[in-house]
């Protein structure tokens, strides 16, 4: 698509990429809220399940203009405002395969739905700051992170800091290729932290 779609610059192939593994993550509970099985509607019923917009914010989007979407029609407009998913089955409201609603449910019980929609989600993108080159307090204020208390030398950005730091013009991108900083799940860093690591540890 790159390739067909020369006006399309990185940034707006990156912001299709994530509108597509959105889609796949919520493409049956989506098209359920919507009522259509289609690609279109499937994405409107991502912006309201994933990315949590109301339908005001999903219509200024849908204008019509240049590269935009068509304006919503009555059926869209009220499928995002009345619909919900209180009475999808469990497979739907959750986006899984049918077959695995025996085997969660032995697991999870009623919390099937809520335990397979977070594994659907999109992860958390967290940072280890290297505090032999950067300065944490600093990157963190730098970013505009929501830090968490276990993490001692890490940081989970922001929402809107995520792009910024995607950006190898932003100061993310020099710390990265500098060794400032890295990409590592909080839970990692937990776990290095628990050992007392030193340095030449192994």
């Known amino acids: 698509m790159g390739t067909a779609h020369r006006y399309a610059g990185s940034g707006d192939r990156a912001a299709i990429s994530g509108l597509i593994w959105d889609v796949l993550r919520r493409r049956a509970s989506s098209a359920w809220l919507m009522d259509a099985d289609t690609p279109r509607a499937r994405v409107l019923g991502m912006l ?49 395969p049918e077959w695995l609603d025996a085997p969660l449910t032995a697991v999870f019980g009623d919390d099937r739905v809520a335990e397979a929609t977070a594994m659907a989600s999109r992860a958390p ?22 830090r968490h208390a276990n993490a001692v030398v890490g940081d989970r950005p922001a929402h809107r800091a995520r792009r910024r730091c995607a950006q190898s013009r932003h100061s993310c991108g020099r710390r990265f290729h500098q060794g400032g900083i890295e990409v590592q799940d909080e839970g990692s860093q937990l776990a290095a932290l628990f050992t007392a690591a030193k340095p030449a540890s192994r």
């Open 125 to 146: 993108l967290d940072l280890r700051v290297n505090t032999l080159k950067a300065n944490r307090e600093k990157f963190c204020a730098a970013v505009a992170s929501r």
């Open 48 to 96: 309201k399940l994933e990315r949590g917009m109301d339908t005001d914010s999903i219509s200024n989007l849908c204008h019509g203009e240049r590269f935009a979407p068509e304006p919503l029609s009555g059926a869209e407009r009220s499928a995002l405002t009345s619909r919900t998913l209180d009475d999808a089955p469990s497979h739907v409201a959750g986006d899984y």
